[in-house]
């Protein structure tokens, strides 16, 4: 494994940490980890689900960046890396934040049309 | 006038590796949304993003190869101006155009598709991004909201849109 280092996570991991957080268990781990860090036993105790079953979803975690391994040998706790995500989240931010900013606005403007269709439906006096 | 207190949810999604896919419900029938998302006289009155933005110039040469150019101010006098290229403009349903941000952005290709059932208009917004580099290049602007504020928020969108 290459040493870990944030300069390291390039933003072409996007799509492995889209395709990693389109399931709802690898979800609830990182909101797990956002907590603080856990071993995989940890992380599968509120889960119905086996180590391994948990331990392929953390892969999936790891691939994407997402998760990175402690340093106790024996606990291998898992823990969250923020940068990927907070990447991964901005940049869907910025669209998130154009995006409802302007669509509560059309809702307004579109009720004023409607409403001025209405008035123009009417005859005149 | 009155407007529903809960808001339609608007879906954000990244079908391919090139794509950004933005979608949204709204209460009117797609001839006066295609009017209010195609007229210069609509646009500047909701196309603002975050509070505190304003459009002072809105120009839409609405016909296939007819240019477009939208700049937003902010009271501080920051200005912030996007242009493009009209493809094909089918009223009411369907609008392709570029967009550029500038000469270091990447230049996008925005799908706008309209479909109407029962008096309401779902807006398919598709902004297909000229190769992954370049899509991914967007995410490098501004890196300033808390983790997991963001965190909380993308769970939400991916679970609007499972």
Known sequence: ?125 | MTSPSMPNPTTFATPSDREVVVTRVVDAPRRLVFEAWTSPKHVPLWMLGPEGWTMPVCEIDLRPGGAWHFVWRRADGTEMGMHGVYREVSPPERVVHTESWGADWPETINTLVLSEQAGKTTITLTVLYPSKEARDAALKTGMKEGLSESLARLAEHLRTAA
Do not use: C
Request: charged fraction near 35%; hydrophobic fraction near 40%; charge should be positive.
């Open chain 1, 1 to 125: 494994m290459k040493p870990r280092g944030y300069e390291k996570h390039r933003p072409k991991r996007l799509d492995q940490v889209f395709a990693a957080l389109a399931d709802a268990t690898r979800r609830d781990i990182l909101a797990r980890l956002a907590s603080g860090e856990a071993s995989v036993a940890e992380l599968a105790r509120p889960f119905a689900m086996s180590q391994p079953a948990i331990s392929k979803h953390l892969k999936v975690l790891e691939r994407a960046g997402l998760v990175s391994r402690g340093r106790d040998a024996q606990r291998r706790p898992r823990r969250l890396e923020a940068k990927p995500l907070a990447e991964a989240t901005q940049w869907l931010e910025n669209y998130r934040r154009f995006w409802e900013g302007s669509f509560g606005l059309l809702d307004t403007l579109l009720d004023e049309l409607k409403a001025r269709e209405r008035e123009g439906e009417r005859p005149n006096p």
